[in-house]
């Protein structure tokens, strides 16, 4: 009798999980360099505003075109740093959008002023210019100043600034640009830190240039606000560590942080070009089965996200997530739906595109160093759960 030939049958391996960011494809490429620079930092031991700090200030003002960058502890402090700096406080409004991570309604809270929610656009997520009219002649009335404006440059198109200065100028508004997700992009061969008056930008780690911990920066070009804006970063500093001439915080970026951006910055560059392919990829695959992103003539975009609007979107994620394909819903509640904003004013009329794609959109993943292989799992888990 001949044995048995008995076969084992291997059961194919799984494939390997997804991230939905990969950041440790990005440090196996420039761990080397990112660890001698961080040796640096431990050897001159200048943990607190080292050398690295004015050099990556001097670089992200160079990259933005711009004649200062001011780092500062997050994104978060760039922006209430710069509220702070232009005296914004009780009894201004300043106009927002809703459909935004809370940071940005936040500062002006804090800050003791009043966020006043502005609709966006259904092509781009950004805050709709006659939107923004319609919530400054709104408030007429209110006993509430209006003082500024701060568009949010979501998901990583920079917003309508043209349109929004020009409305700006017309009511006597500063132009804030909330672009933390945003750093990178240009609009009209203006990089983001150029446009609005001020910019603020977020080097969180999942950020497109993110730091290994919390870290952001201001842009501009006024040299008295550069002055007000560096003694406010540091507890309203005068002319000695103990002389303070204003009330401030402690906003200052970490050195380390400064010297992982520096080794960050030299590849940024490329890792944009790669994350267009990314999301030209997705485009090709996906336009006519979801709505895609749309970016606006003259504008590109850092691809933050990969935001797309489905139908029966918790049925997309789940099914999605069972054939192993990770996603995010930003922002899943608008701001002014939620308990501490649902106080502060919105335009008149409401905000129905904001209620409408909040509950419509979600991301998918995105980042320099999705390959090809990977890219056509995510497009097809998301084709077969697509209703
Ligand atoms: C639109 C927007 N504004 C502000 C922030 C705040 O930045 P940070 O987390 O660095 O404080 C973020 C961060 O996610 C953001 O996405």
């Not at 960058?69 to 700096?85: E, H, K």
């Not at 509640?333 to 419509?360: D, I, K, N, S, W």
Request: with cysteine.
């Amino acid at each position: 009798m001949s044995p048995a030939v008995s076969r084992s049958v291997a059961a194919p391996a799984a494939p390997p999980p997804i991230p939905f960011i990969d950041l440790q494809a990005q440090r196996r490429r420039i761990a080397g360099e990112v660890e001698r620079a961080i040796a640096r930092v431990l050897a001159h031991g200048q943990f607190i505003m080292g050398p690295e700090i004015a050099e990556l200030e001097h670089r992200l003002a160079a990259y933005c075109g711009v004649k200062h960058a001011v780092t500062c502890g997050s994104g978060t402090d760039a922006l209430m740093l710069l509220l702070m700096a232009n005296g914004c406080g009780p009894g201004d409004a300043v106009f927002c959008p809703s459909f935004t991570f809370a940071a940005s309604a936040e500062v002006v809270a804090l800050v003791g002023a009043t966020p006043v929610f502005v609709d966006v656009g259904r092509d781009d997520f950004n805050m709709a210019p006659a939107s923004l009219e319609a919530a400054i002649a709104g408030i007429a009335g209110s006993g509430l100043t209006p003082r500024g404006v701060m568009p949010v440059d979501l998901f990583g198109q920079p917003a309508r600034y043209p349109e929004i200065e020009a409305i700006a100028r017309r009511h006597g508004l500063w132009v804030l640009a909330d672009a933390a997700q945003s750093f990178g992009a240009r609009l009209d061969n203006r990089r983001v830190g150029a446009l609005g008056d001020f910019a603020a930008t977020s080097f969180f780690p999942a950020k497109p240039l993110g730091c290994y911990g919390d870290g952001g920066a201001i842009f501009l070009n006024d040299d008295g606000l550069l002055e007000v804006l560096r003694s406010l970063r540091v507890h309203g500093q005068g002319r000695d560590k103990y002389e303070n001439v204003r009330i401030g915080i402690n906003g200052r970026m970490d050195t380390i942080q400064a010297a992982v951006l520096l080794e960050k910055l030299r590849i940024y560059d490329d890792e944009l070009a790669a994350r267009e392919r990314v999301a030209a990829r997705y485009a090709a695959a996906l336009d006519g089965l979801v709505a895609v992103p749309r970016l606006r003539a003259g504008a590109t975009s850092i691809w933050a996200c990969y935001t797309i609007e489905v139908d029966d979107r918790d049925g997309v994620v789940e099914r999605l997530k069972a054939r192993g394909v990770p996603s995010m819903i930003y922002y899943p509640r608008p701001l002014h739906r939620q308990e501490p904003y649902a106080r502060y004013p919105v335009v008149p009329g409401g905000l129905p595109v904001t209620e409408a794609v909040a509950a419509r959109v979600m991301s998918l993943p995105m980042h320099a160093y999705l390959d090809e292989t990977t890219q056509d799992r995510i497009i097809e888990g998301l084709r077969d759960s697509l209703p």
